[in-house]
């Protein structure tokens, strides 16, 4: 698991306790009940009325994923793939039936099994290409479905502090309590504009991160399963394979 999604969130709202805490007010100012309730249920319910019921399940399901995604390490794959390509090279294609039922990544099981049954490798790649965007695609939108809300949030909040100072206009006759109301007021503001860039953004741009790397194992699997059913050399398979990964990401896997 990459904890750092959790790293972040817990640092940033330490900072914002740290602040609180300095500048001698107390958290409890902030934690009113009813401008949280409005912020995130109407964020919520607006993020759903901007897409469609599908979409907004799809992207609370991906949510888990955002703190507890694992990353693959590129150097994993292409050993594995180097590996796979050396049982080919000895025992032949068929082989690789057998070194499918081993495999935990349904994309590489599916292709090793494609390549046993003897696809041919256009057909092949068309079919790869078409489940890599398939699934780049759903797991950008639910990304996308994130981001948006954290665009929703801060106009939420500014409603809700136009909300309270209306009701603050009410009680123009009560001067003593005008001051708390005030302040009072801002606090959807403020949980407009934290909820937006503390929760949503980050986890929108978690999920589209998440989605980029799974998108580059996903290339790199492909092509490395259709140079093995091409007959590629292990070692300059290897060689290929490593020149389509940055260099810092070989590092950090090796």
């Known amino acids: 698991m990459d904890p750092a999604t959790i790293i972040g969130l817990l640092v940033a709202f330490g900072a914002l306790f740290a602040m609180i805490t300095l500048e001698g007010s107390s ?11 409005l912020v995130f249920g109407a964020t919520i319910a607006v993020g759903i009325a901007g897409a469609t019921i ?23 794959t292409i ?32 292709a090793l099994q494609n390549v046993a049954d003897g696809t041919d490798g256009e057909e092949l790649r068309i079919l790869l290409e078409d489940e890599l965007a398939t699934k780049a695609k759903s797991q950008r939108n639910a990304a996308k479905y994130f981001t948006t809300m ?3 949030a801060p106009t ?20 003593d309590h005008l001051g708390p109301m005030i302040a009072a007021a801002f606090v959807a503001t403020l949980w407009g504009l934290l909820s937006a860039n503390f929760i949503w953004l980050p986890i929108g741009s978690r999920l589209r991160r998440l989605s980029d790397l799974d998108v580059d194992r996903m290339t790199l699997t492909m092509e490395g399963v259709l140079a093995i059913q091409s007959g590629s050399q292990p070692r300059l398979l290897g060689e290929r394979l490593r020149a389509m990964v940055p260099a810092d990401q070989l590092a950090k896997a090796a």
Do not use: C, W
Request: aromatic share 4%.
């Open 27 to 37: 958290i409890t100012a902030i934690l009113l009940p009813a401008p949280i309730i």
């Open 156 to 175: 939420v909040g500014i409603i809700g502090t136009v909300v309270s100072l209306t009701h603050v206009l009410e009680n123009l006759s009560t001067p």
């Open 150 to 152: 954290g665009g929703y």
């Open 79 to 110: 050993d594995l793939l180097v590996s796979l390509a050396e049982k080919a090279r000895t025992d032949g294609l068929l082989s690789l039936e057998q070194e499918a039922e081993g495999v935990d990544d349904p994309f590489l099981k599916g």
């Open 54 to 76: 599908k979409d907004a399940i799809s992207a609370f399901k991906a949510l888990p994923s955002a703190f507890m995604g694992k990353t693959s390490k590129p150097q994993n």
